[in-house]
């Protein structure tokens, strides 16, 4: 028998001897070792919407986002990313595939959320403020509310942090989150929760981009 390094001979005489009850009488130690389920006590729940899915601002705004993996992906000189045109909110499979889920968080974020600036009347510029890198229309929010009713999701967020939401001593203002969340209350809309930004547990290096 190969010596292992470490182990004491009590140790090895109890493996032993567990080894051979375990060949000898099978069933012997499978008694020890069953277990109950239903006389388990409980220690905890799973909220039914653990299973939930994120949606990035970008895809409802449209942008340049992250290139779908090709042949050159991975080569150090092709562009990552690569426009992207609003995914469809109101397409029926998709509809049918996410309400599948339910109930859900749908999670409606991401790094370009950050830089996004969110329209203060229903026609929206044709390009975002100084500061911002992107533009949320009230129709494409709208479209939001619209999906997370029809499949039975309630929305998660964050708010745009930008250097267009803050002022010359690079002080936060709260105006752009306040229209935002007026707007969303008068189509009917809830948040089950926002963050301050995306991913706030990363702000140092999120910040370090500048936004």
């Avoid at 968080?105 to 790094?111: L, P």
């Avoid at 009713?149 to 964050?158: L, R, Y």
């Avoid at 547990?201 to 370090?208: M, R, S, Y």
Wanted: with cysteine; net charge neutral; hydrophobic share 45%.
């Amino acid at each position: 028998m190969r010596k292992i390094h470490g182990v004491g001979p009590g140790f090895l005489a109890c493996l032993i001897s567990t080894l051979l009850i375990a060949l000898v009488c099978p069933e012997a130690l499978a008694d020890q070792l069953s277990i109950t389920p239903a006389s388990m006590a409980r220690i905890g729940t799973v909220d039914e919407r653990f299973q939930s899915y994120n949606v990035e601002m970008v895809e409802v705004t449209g942008g340049r986002f992250w290139k779908p993996y090709g042949p050159n992906t991975s080569d150090g000189h092709s562009d990552l990313y690569e426009y992207r045109t609003p995914i469809d909110l109101t397409n029926p499979r998709l509809r049918r595939l996410a309400a599948a889920l339910a109930p859900a968080y749908m999670r409606v974020s991401g790094t370009w959320a950050n830089a996004t600036y969110f329209a203060n009347s229903d026609i929206a510029p044709s390009a975002p403020p100084a500061g911002f890198n992107g533009i949320l229309s009230h129709q494409q929010w709208r479209g939001v509310v619209n999906f997370a009713q029809a499949v039975g999701a309630q929305i998660v967020t964050s708010f745009a942090v930008s250097s267009g939401t803050r002022d010359a001593a690079g002080i936060w203002s709260p105006d752009q989150a306040r229209r935002f969340l007026a707007y969303t209350n008068s189509v009917a809309g809830r948040l089950a929760a926002a963050e301050f930004m995306n991913e706030p547990n990363v702000a140092a290096a999120l910040f370090a981009q500048q936004f």
